[in-house]
């Protein structure tokens, strides 16, 4: 008796979605941890630098020797304007600037600053990996410096010069933003303010969305629907109060989840400085835009299941018709973690735009980079996605499918999706 009923429950909780979600979340990780992995084999060992030197004296020979032996030189004249196009032509990552006394500071134990420029590609963990060779190359100069003035007999400099002839003097160029820093802290700074934004709308559309799909399975299971239909109600009120009851529940649940994360997250958080806060502030324009960005990706994942959810069975057939909006949360979310949107091959960024989660998961960086374009046109591309599976689902609470969950027609194919598509084709 026991094995029987091991046998049932296993059967019922071990259906085709559960394990389709779990196989294909597992491929995707694996594809990430292989990009992951080759894209740092490719990183070059070789960095790619422009080089403008203010000072002919001893060491600013020296290091101009050191950089031409250890790096790819693209330019060497005086213009800092024309060596950052020149760089970015060449897809660069710094330019190295060494100041007229850099020499005579040193040999008089004043530790100097050595400037460096360094282009930032993009926000993602896996656009700016190159930084790190030059940063490995900065320390051995010190080093190299170091020996040098051992060998030449200046022992007499002050020794915390002489162990540590210079320092760094940052700025990172990010798009067409200029922020005193190096990459690591601005980057940083944008990843702080954002990097919780995926996960919220992906909760925010899956808690509101599983909301409005385990009801209708429920009323579809018990027969409420039948009797809610037959009420002297307009069906697009039916439809738009689903939506809009589930946008509100998944607003309170998302926001009680988030008090949560925010207080987790304050241990970790590092200081700022001012002059970084105000060039990566939003105002309220900014909130705005973030604000009907979520909004609309929100109502176009509701209605997507309000559609999803004509076919729906009973409460336990509902769950599984969740699957195919949940992984199209996951891929922007993994996508833009680990690449900026910006920095996506064509063919990849047209994919991920054509999907409605992606505008409020990369809104907050696109708002701070100053990219108000790339948003608004994704609340347009939002609204419209919305305003037509609205339409698609008050068409279907006016047809037979709402209440039998399937058309008599033995030729569709099992995808929902689909099905509505090849249909549509059809009567046209």
């Known amino acids: 008796m026991f094995g029987n ?3 049932k429950e296993l059967k019922e909780l071990l259906n085709l979605y559960s394990i389709l979600f779990i196989t294909i979340l597992a491929a995707v990780y694996g594809m990430l941890g292989q990009a992951i992995g080759s894209a740092e084999k490719s990183v070059p060992k070789t960095p790619t630098i422009a080089l ?7 060491l600013g020979q020296f290091v101009d020797e050191f950089f031409q032996k250890s790096a790819k030189i693209v330019y060497t004249g005086d213009s800092k304007d024309q060596a950052m196009r020149t760089l970015e032509a060449s897809k660069g990552i710094a330019l190295i600037v060494i100041p007229r006394n850099f020499s005579t500071s040193i040999l008089s134990g004043i530790k100097e600053q050595l400037e460096v420029i360094w282009i930032a590609k993009g926000t993602g963990l896996m656009d700016n990996s190159g930084h790190s060779a030059l940063y490995q190359q900065l320390e051995a100069l010190k080093r190299a410096i170091t020996q040098s003035l051992l060998q030449g007999g ?33 980057i940083g700074t944008i990843q702080s303010r954002s990097s919780m934004i995926p996960v919220l709308v992906l909760m925010l559309i899956m ?19 039948e009797t809610l239909l037959t009420l002297p109600v307009s069906r697009n009120h039916i439809v738009l109060s689903k939506i809009v009851a589930s946008a509100v529940t998944g607003l309170i649940l998302a926001s009680i989840y988030m008090v949560g994360m925010v207080f987790y997250m304050r241990p970790f958080s590092f200081q ?16 705005a835009l973030f604000g009907l960005s979520l909004f609309f990706a929100l109502m176009a994942g ?7 959810a004509s076919f729906a069975k009973d409460y336990r057939s509902s769950q599984g018709l969740a699957f195919p909006v949940t992984m199209l949360g996951i891929v922007p979310m993994l996508l833009t973690m680990f690449k900026d949107y910006v920095t996506l091959p064509f063919a990849l960024k047209v994919l991920v735009f054509l999907i409605p989660f ?8 696109e708002l701070m980079l100053n990219n108000q374009s790339l948003v608004i046109l994704g609340i347009l591309y939002s609204a419209a996605f919305s305003v037509g599976f609205v339409a698609l689902a008050t068409r279907i609470y006016n047809s037979e499918r709402i ?21 549509k084709f059809r009567k046209v």
């Open 154 to 186: 200046y022992r007499g400099i002050d020794p915390d010069v002489l162990l540590d002839p210079f320092q760094l003097k940052e700025e990172t160029t990010i798009r067409n933003l200029r922020v005193q820093g190096p990459p690591s802290l601005v």
């Open 52 to 58: 403008i030197n203010k000072d002919n004296s001893q």
């Open 207 to 225: 808690m509101s969305g599983m909301t409005v799909i385990s009801s209708m399975g429920m009323e579809k299971e018990n027969r409420t629907l």
């Open 403 to 423: 209440l039998v969950g399937k058309t008599k027609s033995k030729k569709e194919i099992s995808w929902p999706i689909l099905r509505l598509i090849l249909r």
């Open 272 to 287: 700022i400085p001012d002059e970084m806060k105000q060039m990566l502030s939003l105002g309220g324009m900014d909130y």
């Open 302 to 308: 509701l209605s997507l299941f309000v559609v999803l």
């Open 5 to 7: 009923l091991l046998k």
């Open 358 to 365: 992606t505008h409020p998961m990369i809104a907050m960086k």
